[in-house]
């Protein structure tokens, strides 16, 4: 998930269609659309001696505990692993722990891999993988993955290499929380030592991945080193190092992508599309993903309270607009909080059932008007905050004030820094005065309930204190439930609740995309490069 606006060019307008259903094998073609999803790329033909990486910005800080946004993570997870690994097919492995099992209901029993080192050489314990876990129990570290520990008693070592999580109650999620971020294991050793340091530009990381934290030049760039020690032959570097340049400005990024300076990045600029799909420079992929981009309803005391007014403003949002002037045509009205690929573990029947049973909300700035005229809502304001990161927010904006408009809401969008954007999404005062705010929300694992967990009463990113009770209950009935079947129908009821009441509206999904310069192949295009150890993979062009 998270909350970051991205850095985007001018819109360019490229009709396409985008199925978000999981792809296998190789490259896929999407109907007539102009671009297709790959699972992957060539294979690299060797090694190479280093390559470049663009981030559009600049991470605070590689701690795990406080890694919840794209720059930190595509970086780390080339650097920390976790108990588990998620995969490019959005599936599950063991990683830094070789199997596990769920003995009972609120018992969670993993087995830790032996023989595998960190960075300074020293081994990974079961007392490593304790401390690692329970830090993101600790009040005082405050770290942004308290959610997924929810429902955690204890950590324990039970065994020479192993370690028991015992939950207050069963949770179906805990697990696979475990191949992302809050499953990261870290030396013991170095977070004693490192304290409140640990993850800064000095001190960086210690960890057990294919790439060591090398330097970090504040303001310019992040550099990791290959680890020779590592555990996994498979996923041994086939780079010596990796430098992430940080490059804010949209149209830096892709001059560099089209000059050879930086050999790839993430999350490449829409308007650029067309740009770098015929370049002689590189090739342009897309993958698939469980981002949406959503507008969040920040306050439910104003106009915005009503459920009809929520209704009736995505009826006037022109979402295939948005898509085509914003996106480059990448992309698809979104019908939920989640994508199809979040149904991946649910039984096929139960996720069909649960994409027919969505509310449809088509565009209709009309019958919108009147459903909000029978709220009484006429002429009161909604303030829309946004950023000039890049055009792409811009027009999402323009869209939405335009359809409050049609609705006969009086709009005020709110310009603020890109710094005071992001402090929307982890600062209660940032917020106040705020109706509306954009973010791309991505899942950290292939559940819906990484989404609908985060809108239950209290929780920290529901943002505008939407409270249902049936919502709530739904949720916990599916977190509960470890049968595949039980758990997607919870699911599809709290979902359904959502769709109805409306406390974030759902605008479009789009694929992963990434751009490789003509010197390196090798990656996955899959929203999973936030967790799986992508970098590793990339090497010289044959």
Not at 106 to 135: C, E, K, M, N
Not at 227 to 254: E, M
Request: glycine share 8%; aromatic share 10%.
């Amino acid at each position: 998930m998270r909350p970051s606006p991205r850095s985007l060019l001018a819109a360019v307008t490229a009709a396409a269609a985008l199925t978000t259903s999981a792809c296998a094998g190789t490259a896929q073609q999407t109907g007539a659309a102009a671009y297709k999803l790959t699972s992957t790329t060539p294979a690299a033909a060797g090694d190479i001696d280093s390559f470049t990486w663009s981030l559009y910005g600049e991470p605070t800080s590689i701690d795990y505990a406080y890694s919840f946004d794209f720059p930190p993570n595509q970086i780390l997870a080339n650097v920390c692993e976790s108990l588990l690994r998620w995969n490019p097919d959005l599936t599950t492995s063991p990683s830094l722990a070789t199997s596990y099992s769920n003995p009972t209901p609120t018992t969670w029993v993993y087995q830790i891999r032996p023989g595998v080192h960190f960075h300074d050489g020293t081994v990974l314990s079961a007392d490593d993988v304790v401390a690692s876990l329970r830090r993101n129990l600790d009040p005082a570290v405050a770290g942004d993955w308290a959610y997924p520990f929810r429902n955690v008693q204890s950590i324990d070592k039970t065994g020479a290499m192993q370690v028991t999580v015992t939950l207050k109650t069963p949770d179906s999620t805990f697990n696979q929380y475990m191949a992302a971020s809050p499953g990261t294991v870290e030396s013991a050793a170095t977070l004693a030592k490192d304290g409140k340091d640990y993850g800064n530009p000095a001190d960086g990381v210690n960890c057990t991945g294919p790439f060591a934290f090398s330097s970090w030049t504040s303001g310019q760039s992040l550099v990791l080193k290959r680890f020779d020690d590592y555990w996994d032959p498979q996923l041994k570097a086939k780079a010596g190092q990796v430098k992430f340049v940080f490059l804010s400005d949209p149209t830096t990024r892709v001059n560099a992508f089209r000059t050879g300076e930086v050999d790839g990045g993430w999350m490449v600029p829409a308007g650029a599309y067309d740009q770098l799909r015929d370049t002689p420079a590189g090739t342009l992929y897309f993958g698939q993903n469980t981002t949406v981009a959503d507008e969040v309803v920040n306050n439910l005391k104003g106009p915005l309270g009503d459920a009809r007014v929520r209704q009736a403003l995505l009826m006037a949002i022109d979402r295939k607009g948005i898509v085509k002037a914003g996106a480059a045509g990448v992309g698809e009205v979104a019908d939920s909080l989640v994508t199809a690929n979040n149904w991946n573990g649910a039984p096929p029947s139960t996720a069909a059932d649960a994409a027919k049973a969505l509310p449809a909300y088509p565009y209709d700035p009309a019958k919108a008007k009147a459903l909000a005229a029978q709220a009484g809502v006429s002429g009161q304001k909604v303030v829309i905050a946004t950023s000039p990161l890049d055009s792409q927010t811009t027009i999402i904006t323009q869209a939405v004030a335009q359809a409050a408009t049609a609705i006969g809401l009086k709009p005020e969008i709110d310009t603020v820094s890109a710094d005071k954007y992001t402090a929307l999404f982890t600062d209660p005062a940032a917020r106040q005065g705020v109706d509306l705010f954009l973010t791309f929300w991505y899942t950290s694992i292939t559940d819906p309930l990484d989404m609908y967990g985060s809108l239950q009463t209290g929780a920290f990113s529901n943002y505008g204190n939407w409270s249902d009770p049936k919502f709530d209950a739904a949720v916990d009935q599916a977190v509960g439930a470890y049968d595949p079947a039980a758990h997607a129908a919870a699911t599809e009821a709290a979902q359904q609740i959502a769709m109805t009441q409306l406390p974030w509206l759902p605008l479009y999904t789009e694929p992963v995309s990434v751009f490789l310069g003509k010197r390196i192949t090798g990656v996955q295009p899959s929203i999973a490069y936030l967790y799986y150890p992508w970098a590793a993979q990339i090497g010289a062009k044959g």
